[in-house]
T-cell receptor, first 113, second 115 residues
Framework: GEDVEQSLFLSVREGDSSVINCTYT??????LYWYKQEPGAGLQLLTY?????DMKQDQRLTVLLNKKDKHLSLRIADTQTGDSAIYFC?????????????FGTGTLLAVQP | SAVISQKPSRDICQRGTSLTIQCQVD?????MFWYRQQPGQSLTLIAT?????????ESGFVIDKFPISRPNLTFSTLTVSNMSPEDSSIYLC????????????FGPGTRLTVL
């Protein structure tokens, strides 16, 4: 199957860390992605991780991948009000079909000042 | 990355009419895609726009409803035909740099409302 699940909503205080979680069912995915969508805007690619990696860090963003549990997470350090948005995880390479992205349901991150 | 623009950015249309959405990229790309994002929902792939051949449609989407053109490596159009209120969505194009790179960059989207 091709299901990618996320929790719907996360609320944090400014300056705290945010952790957004994603679970997927297809173990053949090649890359996993995190996208950010601000209100009324398109999708911005935040970061991605290759499926043979466990962790990737990029400034305030840390991606953790647990292939055994098919669990992906995005940690945002020192969360700011500008981080308020919907965050989508996505997987690609499913069943050998490169370039086809399957998106998660999206997590709305609300950052309280 | 790539700079991707879409026209129009938004439109309000009457039931039964058609709308053509344009997607322009600032450099040549092999892969272009069209997605639909229904209100409050995630993104669903409509089709892959192939240069020089017919688009490849995903299950649930047909060419008669969503005809796609890809005349060159920097441009594509998606037409939403015979619209109904259920077609109200954001339509996004994306590009992938090469067939071996799965990374996709998205345009700003076209917000369509059908009355």
């Amino acid at each position: 199957g091709e299901d990618v699940e996320q929790s719907l909503f996360l609320s944090v205080r400014e300056g705290d860390s945010s952790v957004i979680n994603c679970t997927y069912t297809d173990s053949s995915s090649t890359y996993l992605y995190w996208y950010k969508q601000e209100p009324g805007a398109g999708l911005q690619l935040l970061t991605y991780i290759f499926s043979n990696m466990d962790m990737k860090q990029d400034q305030r963003l840390t991606v953790l991948l647990n292939k055994k549990d098919k669990h992906l997470s995005l940690r945002i350090a020192d969360t700011q009000t500008g981080d308020s948005a919907i965050y989508f995880c996505a997987e690609s390479g499913i069943g050998g079909a490169t370039n086809k992205l399957i998106f998660g349901t999206g997590t709305l991150l609300a950052v309280q000042p | 990355s790539a700079v991707i623009s879409q026209k129009p950015s938004r439109d309000i249309c009457q039931r039964g009419t058609s709308l053509t959405i344009q997607c322009q990229v600032d450099s040549q790309v092999t892969m272009m895609f069209w997605y639909r994002q229904q209100p409050g929902q995630s993104l669903t792939l409509i089709a892959t726009a192939n240069q020089g051949s017919e688009a490849t449609y995903e299950s649930g989407f047909v060419i008669d409803k969503f005809p796609i053109s890809r005349p060159n490596l920097t441009f594509s159009t998606l037409t939403v035909s015979n619209m109904s209120p259920e077609d109200s969505s954001i339509y996004l194009c994306s590009v992938g740099r090469t067939p071996s790179t799965d990374t996709q960059y998205f345009g700003p989207g076209t917000r369509l409302t059908v009355l």
